[in-house]
């Protein structure tokens, strides 16, 4: 089913409108597919920016892949589907605008983008059909965003020889202007000292591997004060959370709950209430 492999992790976003029972088989289906080691999640396509996954955690993305086939993820959703895919990670989708489904792809940065073919649908998910659906698949590069590596024909650049510097004479009369004029407001602003602070390795905001000097920890709190702030400022945009986990994002306060009838009244319970943090 869609190349995926046991124990891998895939990520299944969904839209709205959906048929409830074919969505929960086809979770089951998939984790069928996955087996004990691997790991499905299942977002709504228009919460998966708020959602705060990992990076690089799934190996597998499956977008628009039920019907009626008629979303089209948005540039910016399939930025943060590239974002938690693992290098080389796969995304498929099925759709009936091939063409924008392509752009979109690789304007968010996939590459391997496949040309359009016929999905295999059931008889089932063909009888309410006007239009042609087809498939289509992409990966994620297979270095991580951001990354670089030194080229195997870089050359070190050429000592110049002091011959060739220019001497410029200027009269005593000449007026220069005042560096101090040239600055603003702005450039005698002092930065933040915690935006400056890289890793030695990377040159950059980002911990290497083997982080031993504390810069890992620091962005990881970051990422719990991010997750914490979403969690509070949480707004459900989908509407659906009474259905169950399998229509639920990763920040619902209902997840782990079952599911209830629209505007019954549902009691949390008390450890639902707590901070964990």
Not at 68 to 91: H, I, N, W
Not at 202 to 214: I, M, S
Not at 228 to 238: I, L, P, Q, T, V
């Amino acid at each position: 089913m869609f190349g995926i492999n046991s124990g891998q992790n895939v990520l299944l976003l969904w839209s709205n409108p959906v048929n409830t029972e074919e969505l929960q088989t086809f979770v089951g289906d998939i984790k069928s597919a996955v087996g004990d080691d691997g790991r499905v999640s299942v977002e709504n396509s228009e919460m998966l920016l708020s959602s705060s996954h990992q990076a690089s955690c799934f190996d597998h993305v499956l977008a628009g892949v039920l019907p009626p086939f008629t979303y089209l993820c948005p540039v910016d959703t399939l930025g943060e589907a590239l974002r938690v895919l693992k290098p080389s990670g796969r995304l498929t989708t099925r759709t009936v605008d091939a063409t924008t489904t392509q752009s979109n792809l690789k304007m968010a940065g996939f590459t391997s983008v496949s040309e359009p073919k016929n999905a295999n649908l059931t008889d089932e998910q063909k009888k309410d059909l006007t239009l042609p659906v087809n498939e289509v698949t992409c990966h994620k590069p297979s270095f991580e965003v951001g990354s670089s590596v030194q080229l195997s024909f870089a050359k070190a650049p050429a000592a110049q020889s002091s011959n060739g510097t220019w001497n410029i004479d200027l009269d005593d009369d000449l007026e220069l202007e005042n560096p101090d004029d040239l600055l603003t407001e702005e450039d005698l602003t002092r930065p933040d000292p915690s935006s400056l602070k890289v890793c030695g390795t990377t040159g950059q905001r980002k911990a290497c591997k083997n982080c031993v000097c504390g810069l890992k920890e620091e962005l990881e709190s970051e990422d719990v004060q991010k997750a914490e702030e979403n969690r509070k400022n949480f707004k459900s945009s989908c509407g659906s959370c009474y259905l169950g986990d399998a229509f639920r994002c990763a920040s619902c306060p209902y997840l782990g709950m079952p599911a209830f009838k629209p505007g019954e009244k549902v009691k949390l319970v008390d450890s639902t209430l707590q901070d964990t943090t």
